[in-house]
Structure formats: structure tokens, C-alpha cells
RNA sequence: GGGGUGGUAGUUAAGUCGGUUAUAACGCCGGCCUGUCACGCCGGAGGCCGCGGGUUCGAGUCCCGUCCACCCCGCCA
């Protein structure tokens, strides 16, 4: 084995040679994707990162090499010296190596190797299952190396985009001071200080604003966050930002280095220019944008979250109002809603309670069956609705198979059928009820609709969206600065509370919670959220009434967030910035269908890794080590 | 925390109304074959039917529980 690796240096990776190798000695190393037997001679495709190459084993040329392929079997590792030469008429269109093939002149067995649980190829139907108890044997298939190495590309990218803007990069800590509010924490015993404990840091947040407090000016990370919470196909207990933020900026500021940023990876790892879907604009203030710009109020309103694919229609219409003028129109569904209204219970601007319709054209209605209607309906009852309102318009307007039918105002279902838009042959469908539980119900509607429709290119290797240019990028801006707590009744911050009240906003904070807008943000790609941030709070007076509205007093505030605050009463430059999720712009940039193959080694739904057997249990002596005990029965 | 789908050979699946020895394809092993590239031909091995209980003369199949994976809601920036 000594002459292989120390005397013989690989010179070429299998998957790159070519027609301009013909007639070169070298040197491969891989492993054994497939062998073919004709007795005679043996033909085995031998496997690196780059790709396939055909070596062809002759004993009439190397006795030696064709043993070493006589018992070479499914991945085993083999080194191999050999001539490149031209394939002539059996050349192979459908390998990128297929006009040259490798004569076989020696030959090495590095390494045996078991037959492989599942086909090393893209395409298997393998379990997901066992593919992650194998992970260094599905990270071998072709899709996944390629995710991985355009994972890597994607750092090299990012960090010389920022470096090149000036952006110093900065490590913060991972184990953090537990602080409350947002995603629940993991945990980490402190076995120097017993009972107390660590927290992982679910994001750099406050270290990052410090670092503007410290004058860094610019900061890059790409980092850790780790999150106890569960998870889905795109959620991962440990996942990894593109973590900024930036000192002396406004809002328009940190989204130009983004859409740079966005901009180059698009044109780096896809080779398209988003510059000719996205041109710049530049505005009358002097300042240059790219990606379209939606308010939040809007986003709700036409799609029912804060992240729409507009890649396609059966956008939402409130009927609130139409609701209202017409006392509930005769619908005894309705009416008690329109009575709120009229008695002053609820207000217009800010509604508890809303009507919502979404309207199906004529020539996508069509092709739902009536059983298929009945599955919506399922549907939308698994997320909490009671049940899925509809009407199939008929000829002159008037509404068909629908439960409002009976009872409702011929001016009602006008008015309903124009704010729709309503044809005939159209199906409309609705949804009343609490302001956030319609909108989910909607939106994850709309949302189906368009996948059983096939309004929504398919995702996947197959889809073509980077050819056909089908990237839909958008800022949402403008949400309100606090939600309501879980009493309903006491206000919560929607992002952190360290988010600056837009200027017009101010006025409202005590009088109006509900209405203060912010400077908050998040980039989104065809219903994906990217990413989000906001600009930074730094305005002491302002913190303070924050707080005030919170019900966070002076001493609360000390306590938890005392460090943030000492900082920020130190000399602390106006700031913000924003953070992106890697491991989802890997998932679109790769086109991949899950998180879970654009991360190396991922987590299962229940956090678990399938290949490691974590988490796993530990000896009572090592819990007694942290002074910690366990309440789960050994 | 709630709902849905699934778990049978190494892998992917079939398995009827509960009934003889649990099928198939691919893979694997052996033999033959010098131009294959989804190589071909002949032969062969391979099973805790996720796990634990129950019903029954008899359970892969029915019932209860449980574990695991995936998807959705809640949760989560």
C-alpha cells in the first residue's frame, strides 16, 4: 500500500477527467460505485466527490489490477494507476466522463467494505429513517455532496461579501445567561457554580448590539442558534444564521448590503442575475433598492401571514366590512359578529373578529371534486376551524351548495361577489371568526390550494425555478411593535422589545399599543422567511415607555436585560441589523425539500440523531458530578 | 400538547374474509461470459412481520398499549 499515497499522489478527481486527458498516466483514488463483470474483462465506475470515471480492468494488460477488480466489490476503496484513453464508439452521453475510460495498470484495495444498506445514487426510496442511522453513506450519494459543497461555497461567498464591506466577524458566546422571552432555552449544567446553569444561545442578539456599544461599527457571525422547541422539515433544534448587524444605519441601510449580499450568492452559486428581475430603483431620497417592499397590514390582508408566496394568486379579501354593512346579511353565522360591530364591542381599525373569503376562478373551481371540497374541509378543521363556508356562483351571481345560501341578502351576496370578484363557475370560501385564527386557517389554505392546484412549482431536483427565473424575494415591513399577551388582555413585544417604534408611531405607545408600528423587517422568498431583523431601539426615553407598556418596571428590567441596558446607557450609536437563515437559504439554493439535506448531520422531529444514538442517558455519578437529578424513572 | 400517515428479507413494497411452507423486484453469494455502462444468462442464500400484552383451536392480518420515522396544527424568528 506504501507505493499508493506515498510514492503515488493522486492526480485527478475521477469526476473531472476529459477528452483533454486522453493519453495521460494517473493516479485515482475512490470508491467502487459499480462493477460489471464480463469474464474476461471487468469494468468498474470508480466514485470520488467530483463524479464517476469508467476503469476498465484487462488481465491481458495488468494481471495485478484485474485482481485487485476481480475482488473489488460495491464501495470498497480502490487506488488506481492507469492511462486515460478515448472511448471512440463506446462512448457514454449520459456520464460527463463517458468519451475517456481508465486502463487499469495497478491497482490497490485501500479498504473492504459491507454491502451498503441502500444504493449510493440520487432517486432511492429509501426511508429517511435509514438514511440518517447511515448518514456517511447517504452523504456519499451525489445530491447530498453537491448540497454540501454548495453549503461551503455559500460561506465563501458571505464572508467575502462582508468582508469586502468592511464587516469585522466576531464570535459571541454559545453558552449564554439565561434570559426570558422567546424560544425556550437548552440548558447546561454549571458544574462549577452547582444549581446553576447555562443557557445556549438561541441567537447572538444582545452580544451583537454590545459589539455596536463597543464601536465595531460592523459586524458579521455566521453562527450556532440552538432553540428547544419542536421541530419540522424546516426546523432544526441547532440551525445556523448569517448573523449582522451594523452601527449609524437606517433600514434601507442593512436591506441594500442584504439584497448585495442575496444578489451575489444568486449569481455565484446559480450563475442568474436577480439585477434583471430586481433592477435597482433609486428612490428621490437618493437611496438604491432592488427587492419589492410590503407593508405587514397588507401582507395579512391579502395572504394571511407574514411571509406570502406570491408566486400565485387566490389572494384573501376581508369582507369585514361588506359584513358590517349589511347587519350580517341574513347569515345567522354572521350576525352576531356584525352586532359587535354595530354595539361598539369591537372596533373597525383594530377587529377581534373578521370575514374572510378567497376566490377559486371558474377554471380551477372546476376541477374540484365535491369529495375533494369535503377534504378542505378536513383540512382546515385539523388547524382549529370549525368548518369551511362555500358557495359556487352561479349565473347570475346568485350563491349555489353553499350553507349561507338560504338566509343570505341578495345586496349581501352582491356586495360579497363584488369585493370577490366573482364569476360564474367561481368557488368562494370562507372564514369568520378571531382575527389570528382565521388568517392561519387562510393562509395555510391558500396555501394548499396552490399546491393541489399546481399553481406552486414543484420543489425538488426536477423543479426548474432557477431557469425560469422564478424567485420571488420581498421585504415585509411595518408590523406592529406588540401582540397581545396569552390573557389576550396585556401586550407583548412581537419580536424583542428592544425594536424602535416607527416615528409616526410614538404618539400612539401609551395611547394605542396595538397600532404602534416598527422598524422591523424579514426578507422572504417564495413563502420562505429568509430572514429578519429590525433597527435598535437606543433612545433611553423611548425604552423606558416601552417597558411601561409591557408592565416591565425599572427593576425587571434591570434584572433581566441589566447587562443590554448598561451598555446601551454607555455611548450607544444608533444600530440594527438582521440575521438569515443559512441552513433555509442552502435549502433554496440547492432547491432541496427539507433542512435535513442541506445540514451534514441533522436531527429527526424529536431532536434525536439517529446515527449517534444522542441524546442519550447518562450515569447517575455524572448527574451527581452537576448536582443534578433526573425525574425520569431509570 | 393535538391530528394524520407509515414500520413485513440488506432495501423498497405485496400479503384478500384470521387458516397449509409469508411473496416479488432490486441488492447479496456462487458459476459462466472481453465492450458493458439499469450488462446478460444459470443457480442459491436470506424473515423476532417494530416491540409488549390480549382475543382465538389458530394472528403479519383483529383489539389494547408502547417505541420509532415523516407530514400538519399549537409552539418557534
Not at 574 to 581: D, F, N, S, T, Y
Request: some cysteine.
Amino acid at each position: 500500500m506504501a507505493r499508493f499515497i506515498d510514492e503515488l499522489k493522486r492526480t485527478h478527481y475521477c469526476g473531472l477527467l476529459r477528452e483533454g486527458d486522453i493519453d495521460r498516466e494517473v493516479v485515482l483514488f475512490g470508491w467502487v460505485h459499480a462493477r460489471r463483470d464480463h469474464g474476461g474483462c471487468i469494468f468498474i465506475d470508480l466514485r470520488d466527490r467530483e463524479g464517476l470515471a469508467q476503469v476498465m480492468f484487462d488481465p491481458q494488460i495488468a494481471a495485478q489490477a484485474f485482481a485487485v477488480g476481480d475482488q473489488a466489490r460495491s464501495e470498497w476503496v480502490l487506488g488506481v494507476r492507469g492511462k486515460v484513453r478515448d472511448r471512440g464508439a463506446m462512448r457514454n452521453p449520459k456520464m460527463p466522463t463517458g468519451t475517456v475510460e481508465i486502463v487499469a495498470l495497478e491497482a490497490v484495495v485501500f479498504n473492504k467494505a459491507e454491502t451498503p444498506v441502500f444504493p449510493i445514487e440520487d432517486d432511492i426510496d429509501t426511508n429517511e429513517e435509514k438514511r440518517l442511522e447511515h448518514r456517511y453513506l447517504d452523504l456519499r450519494r451525489p445530491r447530498l455532496q453537491h448540497n454540501v459543497m454548495t453549503r461551503s461555497r455559500i460561506y465563501h461567498h458571505t464572508r467575502n461579501h462582508f468582508a469586502d464591506h468592511g464587516f469585522v466577524e466576531v464570535e459571541t458566546p454559545i453558552f449564554v445567561k439565561y434570559t426570558p422571552g422567546g424560544a425556550r432555552n437548552f440548558l447546561v449544567p454549571a458544574r462549577l457554580n452547582p444549581g446553576m446553569f447555562y443557557a445556549l444561545a438561541e441567537s447572538p442578539q444582545l452580544f451583537k448590539q454590545l459589539l455596536m456599544v463597543a464601536g465595531f461599527d460592523r459586524y458579521i457571525q455566521i453562527v450556532k442558534c440552538f432553540r428547544d422547541e419542536d421541530l419540522r422539515g424546516d426546523r432544526q433544534p441547532e440551525f445556523t444564521q448569517i448573523d449582522v448587524e451594523m452601527s449609524f444605519v437606517n433600514q434601507d441601510d442593512i436591506f441594500g448590503i442584504i439584497e448585495k449580499l442575496v444578489i451575489r450568492l444568486w449569481k455565484e452559486i446559480h450563475g442568474v442575475d436577480l439585477t434583471q428581475r430586481y433592477p435597482a430603483v433609486v428612490g428621490d431620497d437618493g437611496v438604491t433598492r432592488h427587492f419589492p417592499r410590503m407593508k405587514f397590514d397588507e401582507s395579512m390582508r391579502r395572504f394571511g401571514n407574514d411571509k406570502p408566496d406570491m408566486r400565485f394568486g387566490l389572494e384573501h379579501v376581508d369582507l369585514t366590512e361588506q359584513l358590517i354593512a349589511h347587519a350580517g346579511g341574513g347569515v345567522p353565522m354572521l350576525t352576531p359578529i356584525a352586532e359587535k360591530f354595530a354595539s361598539g364591542a369591537y372596533r373597525r381599525d383594530l377587529p377581534e373578529e373578521i370575514f374572510k373569503g378567497l376566490r377559486v376562478p371558474a377554471e380551477q373551481a372546476g376541477g374540484l371534486s365535491r369529495a375533494e371540497l369535503d377534504k378542505l374541509e378536513g383540512f382546515v378543521k385539523q388547524m382549529g376551524a370549525k368548518g369551511l363556508a362555500r358557495a359556487k356562483v352561479g349565473p347570475s351571481g346568485e350563491w349555489l351548495q353553499s350553507p349561507f345560501a338560504k338566509t343570505a341578502t341578495p345586496d349581501f351576496v352582491k356586495a360579497v361577489n363584488e369585493a370577490l370578484g366573482a364569476k360564474e363557475g367561481d368557488l368562494l370560501l370562507f372564514q369568520f371568526g378571531p382575527e389570528t385564527a382565521v388568517h392561519t386557517v387562510m393562509a395555510n389554505l391558500r396555501l394548499h390550494l396552490g399546491k393541489k392546484l399546481g399553481l406552486i412549482p414543484e420543489v425538488g431536483a426536477k423543479s426548474k425555478s432557477h431557469e425560469t427565473g422564478d424567485w420571488n424575494f420581498l421585504w415585509v415591513v411595518e408590523p406592529p411593535l406588540f401582540e397581545r399577551g396569552d390573557d389576550g388582555k396585556s401586550w407583548a413585544a412581537a419580536h424583542h422589545p428592544f425594536t424602535r417604534p416607527h416615528d409616526g408611531s410614538l404618539e400612539d405607545l401609551e395611547k394605542d399599543p396595538g397600532k404602534v408600528l416598527c422598524y422591523r423587517y424579514d426578507l422572504v422568498l417564495n413563502g420562505v422567511e429568509l430572514g429578519g431583523g429590525s433597527v435598535r431601539l437606543h433612545d433611553p426615553e423611548v425604552q423606558k415607555r416601552v417597558f411601561a407598556v409591557l408592565g416591565i418596571d425599572d427593576a425587571t428590567a434591570q434584572e433581566k436585560f441589566g447587562f443590554l441596558l448598561n451598555g446601551l446607557k454607555h455611548g450607544a450609536p444608533p444600530h440594527g441589523g438582521i440575521a438569515l437563515g443559512l441552513d433555509r437559504l442552502c435549502m433554496l439554493l440547492t432547491e432541496s425539500e427539507s433542512l435535513r439535506d442541506v445540514i451534514a448531520f441533522p436531527k429527526t422531529g424529536k431532536g434525536s440523531d439517529l446515527m449517534t444514538g444522542a441524546p442519550n442517558t447518562v450515569l447517575p455519578e455524572q448527574l451527581a458530578e452537576l448536582k443534578v437529578r433526573s425525574l425520569v424513572e431509570g
